[in-house]
């Protein structure tokens, strides 16, 4: 049971949390709060979080653990703002898509308190953003990455595990660049080529008569293309270097497609069309073995 969670961001991600622990009862007040006074009171009158703090330090103090739920650019600026009421008993964590620029801003800004940090990817969120969509079901049976530091204390990244798992979480443990190589691969390339090719019909004359006429398999490839433009902006640009490699497996892959409708071999096309069918149909959403 914690007194008091400090959250950092009255948003889809952060009021998740918040209304999770809450309905968990592992929380027993919970301060809250945003560059937007209207969202904080927004979350306070939906019960999101009883008390509204004037600014990111006031939302911490007396705090025994902090979820900071803010776009990855401006996790930096966020931790130099709370350092000064940062004690060793203080469990911090985020929900960045992000790890590696995540931790350096982590080391920069809390320094001798970095001990207390504890980086944390929910592999979950909505096309929607914005406090009146927080569900407290939002983590359940969904997986969270942990990739703590080498100067994370082991109290506390078991309290973040423990934390996870009680509001139905499976938490998976990674290092931060094994973390930002996957998730280029599964979930920031997905969204750059449904945003590509959402781009790529609506640029042609008919284009949104083409689009008038998809049925179900166009609405399940390009349901990610609707996501908040300025989180995937952040997102896309803090795992650009990982997110290139991808983009030239993916242009690879495609080339061998293309050759295949330019030469007509029916037989060659079908293999890979085959190769892919069958990897999908192996595939499970469930959690992979922990990475070391």
């Known amino acids: 049971m914690f007194e008091q969670l400090g959250l950092i961001g009255c948003g889809l991600m952060g009021g998740s949390f918040a209304l999770a622990l809450k309905r968990a009862g592992l929380v027993k007040r919970v301060v809250g709060y945003s560059k937007s006074p209207s969202t904080t009171e927004k979350a306070r009158q939906m019960g999101v979080i009883d008390l509204a703090a004037p600014s990111a330090l006031l939302a911490v103090a007396g705090a025994d653990i902090v979820i900071v739920a803010v776009p990855v650019s401006a996790t930096e600026a966020t931790l130099k703002a709370i350092k000064h009421l940062v004690t060793p008993d203080m469990l911090i964590m985020d929900v960045g898509s992000t790890k590696t620029d995540v931790v350096q801003a982590a080391r920069t800004a809390l320094r001798d308190q970095i001990g207390s940090f504890v980086p944390a990817h929910p592999i979950a969120g909505k096309e929607v953003s914005g406090i009146e969509h927080a569900d407290a079901d939002l983590y359940k ?22 934390v996870w798992t009680a509001i139905g979480s499976q938490v998976i443990h990674m290092s931060p660049e094994q973390h930002d190589a996957a998730f280029a691969a599964v979930s920031h390339l997905p969204h750059l080529l449904a945003f590509a090719f959402i781009n790529g019909i609506a640029s042609q004359p008919a284009g949104d008569d083409y689009m008038a006429l998809g049925g179900p398999g166009f609405r399940d490839f390009t349901r990610i293309a609707a996501s908040d433009p300025k989180v995937w902006r952040d ?17 690879a892959a495609l080339a061998e497609f293309e050759a295949q409708l330019e030469a007509d071999q029916g037989p060659a096309l079908e293999s890979l069309i085959d190769r892919a069918s069958q990897v999908r149909a192996q595939w499970r959403l469930a959690a992979p073995r922990t990475a070391k």
């Open 235 to 251: 997102i896309l640009r803090s795992n650009r270097q990982e997110l290139l490699t991808q983009t030239r497996h993916f242009k």
């Open 141 to 162: 049976g969904r997986q969270v990455i942990l990739t703590p530091l080498e100067k994370t204390l082991t109290a506390h990244l078991q309290k973040a595990a423990t």
